[in-house]
């Protein structure tokens, strides 16, 4: 009896960690300028559950016991407040991919991108950290299976994609390394748009053999313990 005691106390330390960490990752979606209202959303995997920002909730009134989670089918099982409209491509990631963690923005920079090119063009080495050249999916209505669908096409070989008209969504193994991704794609995306904009110059650009090489340096990139 002791034993499914702890393990029962675990799973719901787990889930309150997580979920405040969810929060926070979506309030800094805000702060940061890569949302506005209650646009985008977050979510993060706790073994078979996925913990995700509910429909239409700012992001500073939810609480510890706002909590919110469904299975991998997509059933909800902890929580009263609706999980969010794009819950189908939050899924679709976490059953094509080994990720931890899933961010979805309507980034201003990187939507605009959506709307010009089918590929964000390779104006930074730091493609390399989404595993190449990013892809724009198709335009889908959100919330649909068709939208989910044509972002796992995007996403094939890349941990982030655009959504045309629409946004980004970013993947990794924690909230951490997903929201960094959201942030490079951004970033990214801005430099382009900001170098194109000028005048007569095109911006130059790095093959992709380049950026493979960018990707076998990062392998190596940050601390050891």
């Known amino acids: 009896m002791t034993d499914t005691a702890d393990t029962t106390g675990q799973r719901r330390t787990a889930i309150e960690r997580a979920?405040?960490?969810?929060v926070a990752t979506a309030l800094r979606t805000v702060r940061e300028g890569l949302v506005v209202g209650t646009s985008g959303n977050v979510s993060v995997r706790v073994g078979e559950l996925v913990l995700v920002t509910p429909s239409g909730v700012p992001y500073d009134r939810l609480r510890p016991e706002d909590a919110v989670a469904?299975?991998?089918?997509?059933?909800?099982?902890?929580?009263?407040?609706t999980p969010t409209s794009e819950l189908p491509m939050h899924l679709a990631v976490y059953r094509a991919t080994g990720a931890g963690a899933v961010v979805h923005t309507h980034a201003v920079h990187a939507t605009a991108v959506s709307t010009l090119v089918p590929e964000l063009p390779l104006v930074h080495y730091m493609a390399a950290a989404l595993g190449g050249p990013v892809r724009t999916a198709p335009y889908a209505v959100y919330g649909s299976p068709e939208l989910a669908e044509n972002m796992l096409v995007a996403l094939r070989d890349r941990s982030g994609c655009l959504l045309r008209n629409h946004g980004t969504v970013t993947y990794g193994d924690t909230l951490d390394q997903a929201y960094d991704r959201t942030a490079q794609l951004e970033w990214m995306c801005r430099l382009w748009l900001t170098a194109a904009s000028v005048p007569g110059r095109e911006p130059s650009l790095l093959s992709e053999g380049q950026v493979r090489e960018v990707q076998e340096k990062l392998r190596g990139y940050g601390q050891r313990g």
């Open 19 to 22: 979920w405040e960490e969810l």
């Open 70 to 81: 469904v299975d991998l089918g997509g059933k909800q099982v902890l929580g009263s407040l």
